[in-house]
């Protein structure tokens, strides 16, 4: 400890942070109602520690907890076209985007990053459910597209983390195209053979899961997290009864095989570390990469 | 021309001339000059009015127009325009899906694969195929037909006309996102040429999953979207009144889409509608398709599925230039 840490670093991040959480505050856990001290709850990464419920996560929150000491690099994103079809509901779409990128401080629902997770270099695309419930629309899928660009580019695992109701109906059919967009995008990186995981958070539905999210050469869910392809609602309403208990939740989806695991808030990082490690750095056998010459013509991609 | 055919709305002032000139063709059959008079000219009227009409469809109009009863499905051009037809069932997994149809069959001489949402015509078969709305199986049906045509070097024909993916407990714990995410994938890894039309209504994820195609068709009157006019309403408006708005706002028309290059061409319907003439409809489209094909067929298997794919990966990137 010395002068500078004791005495400059706080006055700087109160300069760079100015509306800190005051220290008394209280959050009621959405699931079970208990009222959870937010120093614990950070402490926890926002899980609640009467009954494990996975609070949503800011998507700086989410990024700081993946990669190794919460470093990482972010990239700028390509310029899109705002608000594509002129679309006006009972407030213009041009207005509801500037909203929520005042509320959010960012131009859209997705963040893509590079940097290091136990060691590995990977790139993380993550949704920003914050942002008109991280719907996909163009510049979503141009994040997409992007973040599958630069895994390929650094040689690197794509790990993606959808937090999405779905598709930006402001878009109209352009955010329909999304889907056959990135399911494009990250076809790219698995052709390089480079891993291709996907980290599926509440809520992962309609049309972000009926593409890329559902792709990953490996699936995760977090606990409880709501996956699907319908919302609860429109099922409810079509079919007229009540849905099964724990219908849709990430734990549903393990059961009925769609995903590999569910994995802990706590325990993500080190899972994903392992996994982009045992995929990547296949021990001594593994290693003898020249022997992959010899792999059958029909494993060589022979288009582009 | 009307008889028994349902109306639409704004079809009414037609019908009801329409309803004229059967009423004077029933009463003289004798040939009686003046009738005869009469009843061209009435369908002068019907005809201008038709045009009249037609020419200025609003979106909310097109919808209803889209979803006509009378409307060709995918069947009636299967039935009419592929020969040999071998249908073929099921995903090998679970079971079969009536709600999209698939098969081999020979389209003007040549092998195809062709797949189509098919949402029955009357109440038997509309149960049975589910309203059209496909459930896992079919996509994963939709998958391995289309891996199918790749294997044997086979062109694919998709005729895309749903309301969109059944939402149910049964489909979702089958994995009705994963079943689409993969018919997307699959269709845009082949190497053989792949041209979709747009029959009637192309709704969501449920059309995308059989829409991805080197050519993408559309029907004059179709209406493809990323959700209902209903849907989109009740959500954004919070009223179901407001699907009109939603459908002008949405930009669901095969004009609007053209423009926004996410199809490639329009194909024109009779005077009045695909209902009214379904024969020509049914013609019009196999020539477009037949052109489309020819146009595609020439090229090599990788350069089908570069192009296919460089196409979708620029979706959105209109109007930046
Ligand atoms: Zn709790």
Not at chain 1, 165 to 171: F, I, L, S
């Given at each position: 400890m010395n002068w500078l840490t004791n005495y400059v670093r706080p006055k700087l991040q109160a300069l760079v942070r100015p509306k800190e959480i005051p220290d008394n505050l209280w959050s009621k856990c959405p699931a079970c109602g208990h009222m959870v001290f937010h120093r614990d709850l950070e402490r926890d990464l926002h899980v609640c520690q009467h009954c494990g419920h996975h609070l949503r996560l800011s998507v700086t929150k989410r990024l700081g907890m993946l990669f190794d000491d919460g470093k990482y690099q972010r990239i700028e994103l390509p310029k899109t076209l705002d608000d594509p079809l002129k679309f006006r509901d009972q407030k213009r779409y041009v207005d509801r985007l500037k909203d929520a990128r005042v509320k959010t401080g960012e131009h859209d629902a997705i963040v893509v990053a590079h940097g290091r997770i136990g060691s590995n270099n990977v790139v993380v695309a993550a949704f920003n459910f914050e942002f008109q419930g991280g719907s996909m629309g163009v510049a979503v899928g141009e994040g997409v597209v992007a973040a599958a660009e630069l895994a390929v580019l650094q040689d690197a695992p794509l790990i993606v983390i959808p937090a999405s109701?779905?598709?930006?109906?402001?878009?109209g059919i352009l955010s329909l195209m999304q889907m056959a967009r990135t399911t494009v995008a990250v076809d790219k990186v698995k052709e390089k053979r480079l891993p291709y995981i996907v980290l599926l958070t509440d809520p992962t539905t309609g049309g972000v899961s009926a593409s890329f999210a559902m792709l990953g050469d490996i699936a995760i869910a977090e606990p409880g997290a709501v996956i699907g392809f319908a919302g609860a609602r429109v099922i409810e309403n079509t079919i007229r009864e009540k849905l099964p208990?724990?219908?849709?939740?990430a734990e549903y989806l393990l059961e009925k095989g769609m995903i590999d695991m569910v994995v802990h808030r706590k325990d993500l990082r080190q899972t994903l570390a392992r996994l982009v490690s045992l995929l990547r750095h296949r021990g001594p056998a593994g290693d003898l990469v020249p022997m992959a010459v010899d792999v059958p013509d029909i494993y060589v991609d022979d288009d582009e | 021309m009307s008889g028994g055919m349902h109306v639409l709305d704004f079809e009414k002032p037609i019908a009801e001339i329409e309803g004229k000139i059967e009423e004077l063709r029933r009463l003289t059959d004798t040939g009686d000059v003046n009738v005869a008079d009469e009843v061209g000219r009435l369908q002068v009227k019907v005809d201008r009015l038709l045009r009249s009409t037609y020419a200025k469809l609003t979106p909310w109009q097109k919808t209803q127009v889209a979803r006509h009863p009378d409307r060709p499905h995918a069947l009636d051009y299967i039935n009419a325009l592929?020969?040999?037809f071998t249908p073929l069932a099921g995903d090998r997994c679970f079971g079969e899906d009536q709600a999209i149809v698939g098969g081999l069959g020979r389209f003007r001489g040549s092998s195809v694969v062709i797949l189509g949402n098919e949402q029955g015509n009357d109440t038997q078969s509309r149960l049975a195929r589910n309203f059209g709305m496909a459930k896992p199986e079919g996509y994963r049906k939709a998958k391995r037909l289309m891996e199918m045509a790749n294997h044997f070097g086979i062109p694919v024909i998709t005729l895309v006309d749903t309301k969109g993916a059944y939402p149910g407990v049964d489909a979702e714990a089958r994995g009705q996102a994963e079943a689409i995410a993969r018919s997307i994938e699959a269709a845009l890894n082949l190497r053989v040429p792949m041209v979709t039309a747009i029959i009637g209504e192309g709704g969501s994820g449920g059309a995308i999953a059989l829409a991805a195609g080197n050519t993408v068709l559309m029907l004059e009157h179709a209406i493809y979207s990323v959700i209902s006019p209903e849907g989109c309403a009740s959500i954004l408006w919070r009223s179901s009144d407001a699907a009109k708005d939603a459908a002008t706002a949405l930009k669901l028309t095969a004009q609007d889409l053209l423009a926004l290059k996410v199809i490639d061409q329009i194909v024109p319907e009779p005077l009045g509608g695909a209902h009214r003439n379904r024969e020509q409809t049914i013609r019009t489209l196999s020539m477009a398709l037949d052109a489309a094909l020819g146009e595609l067929t020439p090229n090599e298997g990788g350069v089908l599925r570069a192009k296919r794919r460089e196409k979708f990966l620029d979706m959105g990137r209109v109007g930046l230039e």
């Open positions: 109701g779905g598709a930006r109906m402001q878009e208990e724990g219908f849709q939740k | 592929i020969e040999d």
